[in-house]
């Protein structure tokens, strides 16, 4: 972890509110997928708190990139930072997705590996579709979006750019099929678990999107029993464990007891799906 | 990891005979059980750390979302989530015997006695230097009044706590009261050591779409810049009501924040929500401080505390 202030190298927009922001760093930086950084433009007044943003891409050794929506003011603070301007840096921060897949899959043929990505979710999955793709395990892509400039803007042509099989789908139906990813993802499974060879089991699905969206997953992989984890999203304070404000609750055997909350940024952002209590959601909206 | 570093002796501090290498102080249920900020910055450098509150028996706290941000600050509503005495004693104690720095076990409960017992369990624990006592907590045996808007109350469980305790007592004092010089009278004629101020000030944010509070619990505590002049005025009225050192708190975020709490009255100052979002605030504030000596010529930092000159009447 380092605490530093990194200056800009390019915050280059995508589409109409979606940036890329790559960011120079005067030491080394090990950012594994799925790990994030608390950014914040630096000597702004407003807003105090850094915000999470997903590692996107490990550009170069000094170089990490970040693909992020223009959503309030802190994430516009940040698209007005120029070139050469600097940036308040926290990084790597949690944990990352684990690419081996469990004892149960060990045949070869059955490593498989599903991504799901809604939204913005995207940008905590790229290098993992990397990583799979790298490790020869077979990847299918399921990328949700609001419409197909919004798709643009979470980095669509980086995941068609990776080869792998991608399934689109938009809420407005201007891109791929129409409605939510989830769909095309439940028919994948009912296909694959249709062919006598393939178990639910022998999939792995990783999904990072809006609440709703990994709470259908959720209970989409509990069907097929598949394993399925996710990375969680919740309004960070410091992002390196103190404040304890972004929180998940999880499962428990007794009542409320010590153990009912679990911290997003350090005890996560990465927890298996089976974990969480999906009705208490973390996110005020 | 000890002598390794240079304090400067100027900026060396006591409070109720404990000494501190220098007056910053990282604030209850912002520096973790500091050992989490162990990679960020050198422990030793900082006078020392209060630790998230703790209370005889490990707690939950409250659902999410627990955290707001708003201008200047944030309010949140954790609900005193934390391991518990026992725990920190057993497992964060012998984690932090290798620091040059002064632990302080921030202490909370839902009665008088869940405060002893809590007290009585941190006893045992070698290395805390202190005890804060943080009174801004409902109690349930008294349909749920927060002990520390109460001066009688405060008093009342300051006394227990005073006798319970094998170390100094620092009680810290709400600022949700209309007189806080009356409240501070009370608990330093209760057998206080020491008194840390402010805590939080409680405060709601609305979502205006949903009308719903934008956190869980409805209500949270403010902190942050935005609370720091209601902050520097109160340690200005409790210094001139009370004789025990006092330590000031509420939205130190640069030396210079610090600098109006020492002038207005605090021998220490503890930074809390600043730590967020600028983890190496504290030893900043430490370097800054030197250098403010430097410049104004000031023999110690002592010579600064309470060192206001009021011109109006
Ligand atoms: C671990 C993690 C990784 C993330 N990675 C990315 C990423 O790679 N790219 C990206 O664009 N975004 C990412 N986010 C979301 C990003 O942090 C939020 O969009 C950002 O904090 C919003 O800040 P703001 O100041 O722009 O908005 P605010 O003014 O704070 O809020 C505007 C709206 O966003 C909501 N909001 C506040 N905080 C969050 C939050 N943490 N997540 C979602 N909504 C929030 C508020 O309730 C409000 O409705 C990530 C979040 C987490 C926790
Ligand atoms: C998230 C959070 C948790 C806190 N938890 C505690 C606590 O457990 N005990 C306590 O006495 N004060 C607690 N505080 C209060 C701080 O120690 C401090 O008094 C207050 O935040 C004002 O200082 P600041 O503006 O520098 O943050 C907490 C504050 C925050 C922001």
């Known amino acids: 972890m380092i605490e530093t202030v990194a200056t800009v190298e390019s915050n280059l927009e995508i ?51 970040f693909l992020y929506q ?14 050469g301007g600097e940036v308040e840096a926290l990084v790597p921060l949690g944990n990352s997705w684990p690419v081996e897949m469990p004892e149960r899959s060990s045949v070869e043929a059955s490593r498989r590996a599903i991504v799901v990505a809604g ?40 995941f068609r750019a990776l080869g792998l099989p991608l399934t689109i789908t938009t809420d407005d139906g201007s891109l791929g099929e129409r409605g939510f990813v989830t769909a095309p993802l439940e ?5 694959e678990v249709s062919k006598k060879s393939l178990r639910g089991a022998d999939s792995t699905i990783y999904a990072c999107g809006p609440w709703p969206m990994m709470a259908r997953v959720n209970e989409i992989a509990a069907r097929f029993d598949a394993r399925c984890l996710v990375s969680l999203e919740a309004p960070m304070g410091c992002g390196f464990g103190v404040c304890v404000g972004c929180v998940v609750a999880v499962k428990t055997d007794g009542p409320l007891g010590y153990a009912s909350y679990r911290r997003v940024c350090t005890d996560g952002t990465i927890f298996s799906a089976d974990t969480i209590r999906w009705e208490v959601n973390a996110m005020s909206h | 990891m000890t002598g390794t570093v240079n304090h400067d002796p100027r900026l060396a501090v006591e409070i109720a005979g404990i000494h501190f290498n220098n007056p910053v102080i990282g604030a209850s249920g912002t520096f973790g059980y500091g050992l989490e900020f162990a990679e960020l910055i050198d422990l030793n450098r900082i ?57 302080i076990a921030n202490v909370f409960g839902y009665s008088d006695e869940d405060y002893i017992e809590a007290i009585t369990i941190l006893n045992d624990g070698a290395g805390i230097d202190a005890y804060e006592l943080n009174i801004s907590c ?21 006394e227990r706590a005073r006798r319970a305790s094998t170390r100094p007592l620092i009680v810290k004092l709400s600022p949700n009261v209309t007189d806080i010089a009356q409240l501070a009278r009370a608990i330093v004629g209760a057998g206080a050591d020491s008194l840390s101020l402010i805590n939080t000030l409680v405060g709601m944010s609305i979502d205006i779409y949903t009308r719903r509070s934008r956190l869980n619990y409805g209500t949270g505590g403010l902190s942050g810049p935005a609370i720091r002049p209601i902050a520097v005025r109160m340690v200005h009225e409790v210094a001139c ?73």
């Open chain 1, 15 to 65: 589409t109409p509110g979606y940036r890329l922001l790559t960011l120079n760093f005067d030491e080394e930086v090990e950012a594994r997928a799925g790990q994030f950084a608390m950014l914040r433009a630096r000597a702004s007044f407003e807003p105090l708190l850094r915000r999470a943003l997903a590692v996107y891409r490990v550009a170069g050794k000094r170089q990490l990139s």
């Open chain 1, 187 to 191: 028919r994948h499974l009912r296909d």
């Open chain 2, 241 to 313: 009501a009370v004789d025990v050192p006092l330590i000031g708190i509420g939205g130190i975020a640069s030396v210079m924040d610090a600098l109006e709490f020492i002038i207005a009255g605090a021998t220490a100052i503890q930074i809390g929500t600043a730590n967020y979002y600028d983890p190496r605030v504290t030893v900043k504030v430490v370097d800054g401080l030197s250098e403010y000596l430097d410049r104004t010529d000031s023999p110690n930092i002592g010579s600064l505390t309470g060192s206001i000159i009021k011109d109006q009447p």
């Open chain 2, 47 to 103: 006078g020392g750390f209060s630790t998230k509150g703790l209370s005889s028996r490990p707690l939950a706290g409250t659902p999410p979302p627990r955290i707001v941000e708003t201008h200047g600050g944030m309010l949140n509503a954790i609900g005193l989530q934390n391991i518990g005495a026992r725990a920190f004693v057993e497992e964060k104690l012998p984690l932090l015997e290798r620091y040059d720095t002064r632990i």
């Open chain 2, 138 to 158: 409902p109690n349930v045996k008294e349909g749920g009044i927060v002990i520390g808007n109460s001066p009688a109350a405060a008093a009342r469980l300051t």
């Open chain 1, 70 to 83: 223009i959503l309030g003011r802190g994430t516009e603070q940040l698209s007005f930072v120029e070139r």
């Open chain 1, 119 to 158: 939204g913005i979710g995207s940008a905590s999955v790229l290098m993992l579709c990397e990583e799979l793709a790298r490790a020869r395990i077979d990847t299918q892509i399921f990328f949700g979006a609001a419409s197909g400039r919004v798709a643009s803007g979470c980095g669509l042509e980086d």
